[in-house]
């Protein structure tokens, strides 16, 4: 996943200071982002943060390329009105279907995530690396073209992640069932001599523990939520858009289309966070109702 920016500037309405203490948004479809959320929080502490997860689609793995752009442009939306001073699409699904159409609707800041190729490729010695990541992720042509771009001389072995996203957002991390799925992905990828797997989805670091264990030390795990902070700490400055040094910021906003229930229990669970759960309708042109007839 590295992080990819969009050159756009800012739709700017209010004094400087006062937009610099607007939160940024962070969107997934589902639990995911709290990877990149987690990190945010740790590189640039100062920040308030919206997380939007469109819970009740997830998971956009098994979605059709225009279901998913609807969404993510609508949820993006909704994030700017609710104030957003810069977006982060923290799913990598939506990443690669969306990202041209956000960065073509919206005029605010824009980081996406996409699976961390070029760094996989710089870390292995075998010249064989393991991919991680959903059905769409792997099938569409910003990943073709990562490959082709940084991999040249490295064997990629890739692999769909069937049924890890689901599992994640019921909260399973480490069941017995988990782990018997993760080895039956990874005993391919280990046999044929991979030394790094990608963590293509931004859910899969919750998976972190249980990975390392079947793995031991034969694998560099890939997860650049990290990198992505980074990059939105580049961009945030880039549009005098940080958070001023001594800005406390307010609690986590967390908003769900969805019920609610795993994203709270999850962000406590790793995150250490207990705070409500914005039940939320955000309505597109795919998912919006019908008028009844009178």
């Known amino acids: 996943m590295s992080p990819n920016l969009g050159a756009l500037a800012p739709a700017v309405t209010s004094g400087p200071s ?37 819970s009740r689609y997830a998971p956009y793995g098994a979605r059709d390329a225009d279901f998913i752009a609807d969404r993510t442009l609508a949820i993006c939306s909704w994030l700017v009105a609710q104030g957003a001073k810069a977006l982060v699409v923290a ?17 605010v800041p824009l980081v996406g995530v996409e699976p961390g190729i070029k760094p996989a490729v710089q870390q292995s010695k075998s010249r064989v690396v393991g991919v991680l990541a959903t059905r769409v992720t792997l099938a569409s042509a910003r990943f073709q073209a990562l490959l082709q771009r940084h991999g040249a001389d490295c064997r990629f072995l890739c692999q769909p992640g069937h049924g890890l996203v689901e599992a994640i957002e019921r909260c399973d991390i480490g ?16 046999e044929a001599g991979a030394d790094t797997l990608v963590l293509g989805c931004t859910h899969y670091p919750f998976l972190d523990a249980t990975i390392r264990d079947i793995v031991d030390e034969r694998m560099t795990l890939i997860d650049t939520s990290v990198a992505i902070a980074r990059q939105l700490e580049r961009v945030l400055a880039q549009h005098d858009l940080l958070a001023e040094s001594a800005a406390v910021p307010l609690p986590p906003r967390f908003c769900s289309t969805g019920d609610g229930a795993h994203l709270r229990q999850l962000a406590l669970t790793l995150l250490q966070i207990d705070a409500p759960v914005e039940s939320v309708d955000i309505p597109s042109r795919r998912t919006a109702t019908a008028p009844q007839a009178a």
């Open 18 to 54: 006062l937009l610099r203490q607007a939160p940024v948004g962070i969107f997934d479809s589902g639990l995911g982002g709290l990877s990149v959320l987690r990190a945010v929080r740790a590189m640039l502490p100062g920040e308030s943060i919206i997380y939007a997860a469109d």
């Open 91 to 107: 799913c990598n699904t939506a990443t690669a279907e969306s990202i041209a159409l956000v960065r073509e609707k919206l005029s």
């Open 175 to 190: 069941s017995p069932e988990m782990r018997a799925r993760l080895e039956g992905y990874l005993a391919p990828m280990l």
